[in-house]
């Protein structure tokens, strides 16, 4: 278990470098490193010794830890071995090449020109599906790379509520956004001054600087080679430092996950988070919920004023609130607010099942992209880089992965009601700048168990409650019907 977390582990510094200070000659020369390295781990999983010591395993008396240990790691175990070499092979290439294409369709604005690579990987993605075994539905063996114990059973339904819910209020709660002036707007920030904020904010957040590190980036993200060693990446735009703080704190949200499991499980399967969707609760709930409150505004406004004098002049810490928690559908996904961030994810989520099971024809694809971005929020892309080609996650060929941006959010807002209900000093220690109570709060309940359940049981058992849309809503109409009116009225 501790050779594969530390393959794992290089791996994940060596792609951290990549994307930050790669000199770009060694471009090439990494990606063979990388090959080589993902190599050995898999070789190492597959290892017929292994099997045959997690079998002797599963014939013994064993402590609910070192169940779970086995579980997760005979759950990795298995789908690697399930998973022909010519398959890995095949999907590599078709991935490089998808890549390609989608770069090519981009620059010709074209999605015609993406549609070959696509296509050959859905194939691929069915032949993987058909070779990993799912119950009921085929999208279920792709989303339990991610996901692992969810179904679309189980997900569609809750989804499917939550975009009717979703629909009215972004409606109702956009017109109001509209009419409001945004005093922040062309406002320069200094980088440096941006980039001091933001290692303030990680510290205050809790995570331990001493134990990772914040880098440039152009899409942000956040790395881990161990808990004693979380990389962490934002992005500075002079003109938008709102975008830059909020990154920050979404991955910070993320690192303090990563830091925030129990030394004594450092080096075993039980390290880790038990899927994508609670990783990204842990994001959302600080980017949002805590990012987007009115006590943090409120609690940073001095600071602010002091490191940009000239940009702050005249701003209020009401406007900072209003300013962050404005609700304007658009045609980019990352750049959406919290509000409408879900109808992306949900018509990809659509969309991608339908793929899948050939109901929709790939030539179509772009078609019913512009249709349902209509439907849902009201726009219409001028070409497809603003529409169908905007994520490079199809042309990865990555399917089931959209989901867990949607399951983070109702984590998030899930486990953000039971913060408020258990510490009914909340909103006085957020505008103190006492965000410790929640890191604390998370530590004990989801960073410190790490992989002893699935998502799900692991929300159960922190909040009394399982996947819902309700605690989502009941946020935003508590948040948003403040500040637009309630979404009923019109
Ligand atoms: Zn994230």
């Given at each position: 278990m501790r050779e594969l977390k530390d393959l794992s582990g290089v791996i994940g510094l060596a792609t951290w470098d990549q994307e930050t200070y790669l000199p770009p000659r060694a471009v090439a020369a990494r990606a063979g490193q990388l090959g080589t390295l993902q190599s050995i781990h898999h070789q190492r999983l597959t290892d017929p010794a292994l099997g045959r010591l997690l079998d002797e395993a599963r014939g013994k008396e064993l402590s609910t830890d070192a169940q779970a240990m086995l579980r997760a790691l005979s759950w990795e175990r298995d789908r690697a071995v399930k998973t022909p070499a010519a398959l890995v092979r095949a999907l590599a290439e078709a991935q490089s090449n998808g890549v390609e294409a989608w770069r090519e369709a981009r620059k010709a604005k074209s999605f015609s020109r993406f549609a070959p690579a696509l296509e050959r990987l859905l194939a691929l993605r069915r032949e993987q599906a058909d070779a990993l075994g799912y119950e009921a539905d085929r999208y279920d063996a792709l989303l339990e790379a991610y996901?692992?114990?969810?179904r679309v059973a189980r997900l569609e339904p809750v989804l499917g509520a939550l975009k009717e819910k979703l629909v009215p209020r972004v409606k109702r709660w956009a017109e109001v956004t509209q009419r409001q002036s945004d005093p922040l707007t062309g406002r320069r920030f200094s980088g440096d001054a941006q980039w001091a904020f933001t290692l303030k904010l990680l510290e205050d957040m809790g995570f331990d600087l001493e134990a990772g590190r914040q880098d440039r980036s152009t899409h942000p993200f956040t790395g881990s080679t161990h808990p004693t060693d979380v990389r962490l990446t934002t992005r500075v735009d002079e003109e938008d430092p709102f975008s830059t703080f909020s990154s920050t704190v979404h991955e910070g949200g993320h690192g303090l996950y990563e830091q925030g499991f129990s030394p004594e499980d450092y080096g075993t399967p039980l390290a880790a988070a038990p899927s994508m969707g609670l990783h990204e609760s842990q994001s959302r709930l600080w980017e949002n919920c805590v990012g987007r409150h009115r006590g943090f505004w409120a609690h940073y406004h001095p600071l602010l004023s002091k490191l940009f004098p000239e940009a702050m002049a005249g701003v209020e810490p009401e406007a900072l609130y209003r300013k962050v928690n404005r609700v304007e559908p658009s045609l980019i996904r990352v750049e959406a607010d919290e509000v409408t961030y879900n109808l992306h994810i949900i018509l990809r989520f659509e969309l991608e099942r339908k793929l899948l099971s050939g109901e929709l024809p790939i030539a179509e694809l772009p078609i019913e992209w512009d249709r349902r971005m209509a439907e849902l929020l009201g726009i219409r892309p001028e070409n497809d880089v603003q529409g169908v080609l905007q994520d490079i996650h199809w042309a990865w060929g990555e399917l089931g992965y959209f989901p867990t941006y949607a399951l983070g959010n109702l984590y998030a807002a899930t486990l953000f009601r039971s913060i408020q209900e258990g510490i009914s000093s909340l909103d006085a220690e957020l505008e103190r700048g006492n965000f410790r109570v929640v890191t604390e709060w998370l530590r004990a309940r989801i960073h410190r168990p790490g992989f002893r359940l699935y998502a799900e049981d692991r929300v159960r058992a922190a909040t009394g409650r399982g996947l819902n849309d309700a605690d989502f809503i009941g946020y935003l109409d508590a948040k948003y019907g403040a500040l637009y009116g309630s979404a009923s009225a019109s």
């Open positions: 996901e692992p114990g969810m």
